[in-house]
T-cell receptor, first 113, second 113 residues
Framework: KQEVTQIPAALSVPEGENLVLNCSFT??????LQWFRQDPGKGLTSLLL?????REQTSGRLNASLDKSSGRSTLYIAASQPGDSATYLC????????????FGTGTRLTVIP | DTGVSQDPRHKITKRGQNVTFRCDPI?????LYWYRQTLGQGPEFLTY????????KSRLLSDRFSAERPKGSFSTLEIQRTEQGDSAMYLC???????????FGSGTRLTVV
């Protein structure tokens, strides 16, 4: 069964700093990997979707990379802002036949003004 | 595209009562998913529909849980004889097809007292 791990579990940074969130997965046979943001008590907002054939995707200050062979993805956030404070979840859509996403437990980010 | 809608946003119920949640997916999306998320954890898969057919159910979906998607559009998730352990965020998601990204709703927060 696919297992997804996110490190660190929590991160606190001063405003303006660049930061990297890490995600690893155990089975490299994936269709894609998706990064989500979740505010407290809210649903999930999709940030970036990387297909298995892609190496990275960018949206504004966010850049996500994928190294499928090593089972790793990173989410890079440039020039962090207090509004970036949230939990960031990594999810893998794998090819094992399970028609669902496998999630990590998330990284809780706090950006201090 | 109005996104995925879930109703209600919050539900407080007494142990032993039945509850029903509704999800309206994005209209062009034929795949619909239910997930459950407890505090500090990533979402866990419950069940999956392709059009009106329920194709997969997780072992998490005990016999007290039932889900329907009668006309291949909206879906309902019913929990009978609720228990305190059912307290969680119930998330609905939809997507166009295999390998495409997921869009999540805002979730229904269930509290069983």
């Amino acid at each position: 069964k696919q297992e997804v791990t996110q490190i660190p579990a929590a991160l606190s940074v001063p405003e303006g700093e660049n930061l990297v969130l890490n995600c690893s997965f155990t089975d490299s046979a994936i269709y894609n990997l998706q990064w989500f943001r979740q505010d407290p008590g809210k649903g999930l907002t999709s940030l970036l979707l990387i297909q298995s054939s892609q190496r990275e995707q960018t949206s504004g200050r966010l850049n996500a990379s994928l190294d499928k062979s090593s089972g790793r993805s990173t989410l890079y956030i440039a020039a962090s802002q207090p509004g970036d404070s949230a939990t960031y979840l990594c999810a893998v859509d794998d090819q094992t036949g399970a028609n669902n996403l496998f999630f990590g437990t998330g990284t809780r980010l706090t950006v201090i003004p | 595209d109005t996104g995925v809608s879930q109703d209600p946003r919050h539900k407080i119920t007494k142990r032993g009562q039945n509850v029903t949640f509704r999800c309206d997916p994005i209209s062009e999306h034929n795949r619909l998913y239910w997930y459950r998320q407890t505090l500090g954890q990533g979402p866990e898969f419950l069940t999956y529909f392709q059009n009106e057919a329920q194709l997969e159910k997780s072992r998490l979906l005990s016999d007290r849980f039932s889900a329907e998607r009668p006309k291949g559009s909206f879906s309902t998730l019913e929990i009978q004889r609720t228990e305190q352990g059912d307290s969680a965020m119930y998330l609905c998601a939809s997507r166009e097809g295999q390998g495409r990204g997921y869009t999540f709703g805002s979730g229904t927060r269930l509290t069983v007292v």
